[in-house]
């Protein structure tokens, strides 16, 4: 069964360094979301992609943060100087046209020291 | 923006009772409503979900009701098993993006 995937697992960063997080759609899907949460708390929406465009984002996704499908598969989420609170799991998820289910990635963990 | 609740925060059952999770949501307009289940270390996978038009969807052991007017919608999860011991996170949309709950930590004892 096809599943999202996301690399790095893992991520440790220095604050004010850029971090790219990337993402592997499910191949027939063609909407695209990234989520994170921070730990102990709930999982939040930060934007979604449609159509090689955000179509909505969160108070959390600032200038800061950018999201890029360079290519047929990748889809990546850019934070440009990170901050401490950025620390977090993001997950990525993507859903099919028409279908209302979001399938996740199985993560990033970000530590930003 | 859709504010959604999720009671209680852990739940610890005996193996082959019946768990129960509530979830409450602000927004009139949502009309999907998809639950999760998060295993330690693993992805959130979607176990079952209900559109607005329905009232209850039942998948063999796990089960949704959705109650529109009161705004709110419940997992059931029936003859439970250590292997159902899970973080669960109830959701609701409207518009694509996901609001999610705070979790419940599901503890199936043997």
């Known amino acids: 069964e096809p599943e999202v995937t996301q690399t790095p697992s893992h991520q440790v960063t220095q604050m004010g360094q850029e971090v790219i997080l990337r993402c592997v759609p499910i191949s027939n899907h063609l909407y695209f979301y990234w989520y994170r949460q921070i730990l102990g708390q709930k999982v939040e929406f930060l934007v979604s992609?449609?159509?090689?465009?955000?179509?909505?984002k969160s108070e959390i996704f600032d200038d800061q943060f950018s999201v890029e499908r360079p290519d047929g598969s990748n889809f990546t989420l850019k934070i440009r100087s990170t901050k401490l609170e950025d620390s977090a799991m993001y997950f990525c998820?993507?859903?099919?046209?028409?279908?209302?289910?979001?399938?996740f990635g199985p993560g990033t963990r970000l530590t930003v020291t | 923006g859709e504010n959604v609740e999720q009671h209680p925060s852990t739940l610890s059952v005996q193996e082959g009772d019946s768990a129960v999770i509530k979830c409450t949501y602000s927004?009139?307009?949502?009309?999907?409503f998809p639950w999760y289940k998060q295993e330690l270390g693993k992805r959130p996978q979607l176990i079952i979900d209900?559109?607005?038009?329905?009232g209850e969807k039942k998948d063999q052991r796990i089960a949704v009701t959705l109650n529109k007017t009161a705004k709110h919608f419940s997992l059931h999860i029936t003859e439970t098993q250590p292997e159902d011991s899970a973080v669960y996170f109830c959701a609701a949309t409207g518009d694509y993006k996901l609001s999610f709950g705070a979790g419940t930590t599901v503890t199936v004892r043997a």
């Open positions: 992609f449609y159509n090689n465009e955000i179509s909505e």
């Open positions: 209900i559109r607005s038009n329905v």
């Open positions: 927004d009139s307009a949502s009309n999907y």
């Open positions: 998820a993507s859903e099919e046209y028409g279908s209302d289910e979001q399938y």
